[in-house]
């Protein structure tokens, strides 16, 4: 009896062990009711009984059924999701009561062979034809206050709201003068918050309030909304702050306006009326309207995992798969929006807070606003795999948060984002970045095919020195990153790193077609001291600035391995720190440009010249197609050996098999082989599995590169001026003038004048940020020959002034002729004081020089004035080793309070003259 009574509860727990292994498996379906008990994947006949409706209505009823018993909530569940088209009225969120376990996870999947669309936008229909080429549809939603959107889609393509100029850009004229304070005369900046337009470009439109100014901070975009238009004196006034002041990288700021009426002329562009509702649209050539699917974004979110790290309250073990989310709109706050890099407070349209073991696999996140997902802060262990993450109004996929957090519970760490394909982003803020990770470590980055932003393909870290942060031991390999920046933004790069990140590698990679808007685009950016990385065997072609910089502190790097080509203005751009990098066995294949940026030969200098390590720098090979005699620095090949780099590396052809065709594998009698070089499988980076998900990327087309001719060498400009043709008030012309602020100013003025009625009026003020603050400096640009400047200066007291010339290499190494005037009227030059001259008088200087490769490094000075006794000094040594050529001459005020001093009839000419 005792022996059956044991059979039987054998039986009956395994029985039960058995249910509870079976998931429970839940339907929705387009057809479906959130009444109905899902589990039925299709209605049945009688009405009673079938799929739920929603997402959120499967989530519910999962809830519902954890609540009965205590061993249904240790069951795993299924929803199975039929192909159509869902319209979420809200986002879909689940928090930690809905979560799986390892055991018993709970899955959101598409039905086989099905690809559900979960949309956050709404249909626009009712069209009809409206004034010229216009189409229009009332929304009685908008004209109520109840809905306003910033995007549309018309059968599936993203088109733009209507903006001026249509191609383009304006440029600012100037920042915005301070505002004066009419009771007190007390200046607020305006640097920020308002800038000079040229007449037309800005008007007083009657839809201002909705309008963006949309403006280029070098590798940032400001939105701003309009205040004010000072028509009188072309001044647009904004409602908040950009974060960095206009002009910050120089004159000619671009920046266009978008969302005004009277912007919408061109097919493609439409405008959303705030008071009307009316929905305008311009129709591409061949759109038929009552055809036409126009959808328009209701949310701005669409699936959030709302889980609390610090509180041990997370989202855990629930995968989606094979679903699609789409239409998520961005929203402009009413001061407007600015960041200081990456678009970095952007949110994203699915965002994961404490998400534990979650997974994305084979689902498609597409036509957002914002950044793609987010697995911001204490997301651990998470998985984003082989998704399609596309037509983004910022970024693509971001993990961590930019604070670093006091937490371990709360850091984001050992996630891995595998195998996706991540592109076409920027179109609001085009900073967006396809993957960024800060302060989060441990994660794996593999297999990506990321292409088409306009800012860089990758960010890594947020920290700008060597503080502890949490951004360490990420593993970045086998990723194909391509065709960023293209040409809307300045100083990124195919990935770019930040600050200290011990056990971290870069490898495998392919990084290529980097194409900045005017200046500084690298394949492998480590910049702002970044610091622990291993670099090795990435392959990095076709970049504007070069394939390698590690500039700004960067320190202890291992980078080896590696193959730069085809640069089209340097290769490398490197970092002699006291923690030496290492740079060995790696190859260096050119074209055209030169082989160092110049400047970066200043901190080589320096630890030359403190008998400190270089580091390893050895077993290189070094190709400049047509150019054997290839240059590292100005130095050829034997004197840069002689410092004690690359002794054992050559200057040699590598022997690809087809460089032209990118094909970096090495012949076998290559000499980089010779020096230790491993090949590189190219073919392991970018995407996995199903030929035709590999494949995906290459379906987008892009023209074959051309690299861009190398800019030639400036011409000659020598300087002429006597200021009688500048008004007054105006800053001198064919010059940089720099640090105009809080008082401080370069001007012509009609106040004093050696000839003529005009001068240059130099003042100086207190309190700036920088004592060489203001300055001004020409560019002559001229390489040889000898060469005089003159001029004549009128000092009132307390005017401090340096005048030097310089070369383009890193200062101080470039330092020229220089002369200084002190408060008193003391004169300096090559170390030696020359005498005084009188204060509040007119005094003619003469500098003369030789410039050249075989150029005494002496410079003579001349100075006379009225009444005076004529000084001249020969053979003042110029302390600048690197100074060989001429190309910055310049005036700098050196007092940090009010002073003023007079230039006039300035001339840089040959001295033959």
Known sequence: ???????????????????????????????????????????????????????????????????STPEAARRAVRVVIAAGTYWLQEAFVLEPRDSGTPEAPVVYEAAPGARPIFSGGTPIRGWKKG???????????????EWYFNQLWVNGQRRGRARTPNDGYFTIVRKGPPAVDPATGAETPQDRTAFVYRPGDIRPWPDMEDANVVVFHSWEVSRLRIARVDEENHIVHFTGPAWWPFETWGPGQRYYVENVREALDTPGEWYLDRRSGVLNYYPLPGEDMAKTEVIAPRLRRLVELRGDSRLGLCVEHVTFKGLTFCHADWQLEPQGHSDPQAAVTVPAAVMADGARDCVFEDCEIAHVGEYGIWLRQGCKHNKIVRCRIHDLGTGGVRIGEAGRANEDEAESSHNVVDNNHIYDGGHVYASGVGLWVAQASHNTISHNDIHDFNYSGMSIGWNWDDAPNRTHHNVIEYNHVHHVMNRMLNDGGAIYT????????????????????????????????????????????????????????????????NIFAFSAEYALWPYWER???????????????????????????????????????????YWRTGQPDLRFFRHPFDEWQAMGLDKHSVVADPRFVNAEEYDFRLQPDSPALRLGFRQIDTGRAGLYGDPAWVAEPKRIAHPKTKLPE?????????????????????????????????????RVSAEQA????????????????????????????????????????????????????????????????????????????GGKALGSVPLGQWVHVEIEFGLGQTAPKTYEVALSWEGGEPLAFRDLPVSGWQFRELHWFGFVSNADADAVFYLDNVKIQPATQ
């Open 579 to 621: 923690r030496p990098n290492t740079f060995v066995r790696n190859i260096v294949y050119m074209t055209q440009g030169v082989l160092f940026i110049p400047w970066a030969e200043n901190t080589l200098r320096q630890r030359i010249d403190a008998g400190e390590p270089l580091g390893e720098w050895d077993y290189n090979c």
């Open 754 to 829: 050696a000839g003529g009625k005009h001068s240059v009026k130099v003042t100086d003020v207190p309190g700036l940020e920088h004592v060489w603050q203001p300055h001004f400096f020409y560019q002559p640009h001229v390489t040889d020959g000898r060469v005089r400047a003159s001029f004549d200066i009128f000092l009132e007291p307390g005017a401090k002034v340096l005048v030097e010339g310089r070369d383009s290499t890193p200062y101080p190494a470039c330092i020229g002729p220089s002369v200084t005037f002190d408060e008193r009227g003391n004169v300096t030059a």
């Open 131 to 145: 004034p010229g080429e216009l189409w229009q549809a009332s929304i009685p939603q908008v004209a109520r206050g």
């Open 1 to 67: 009896m005792t022996s059956f009574l044991v059979g039987v509860v054998l039986i009956s727990s395994q029985a039960l062990l058995g249910a509870q292994a079976t998931p429970l498996t839940l339907y929705v379906a387009p057809d479906g009711k959130d009444s109905w008990s899902g589990t039925l994947p299709r209605p049945k006949a009688d009405g009673r009984d079938g799929p739920l409706a929603l997402l959120a209505g499967a989530r519910d009823a999962i809830r519902r059924f954890r609540a």
């Open 710 to 746: 190398p800019p030639p060498p400036p011409k000659p400009t020598f300087v002429d001026d006597d200021f009688e043709n500048t008004a007054a008030g105006q800053q001198p012309e064919g010059c940089v003038v720099s640090g105009e602020e809080k008082g401080a100013s370069i």
């Open 498 to 561: 930040l600050g200290t990140s011990p056990g971290s590698v870069i490898r495998g990679n392919v990084f290529h077609d980097v194409w900045p808007y005017s200046a500084i685009g690298w394949g492998i950016y480590l910049d702002a001291t970044t610091n622990g990385y291993l670099v090795e065997d990435n392959v990095v072609y076709n970049t504007l600035s070069g394939g390698l910089m590690y500039n700004n502190g960067g320190h202890e790097n291992v980078i080896r391995n």
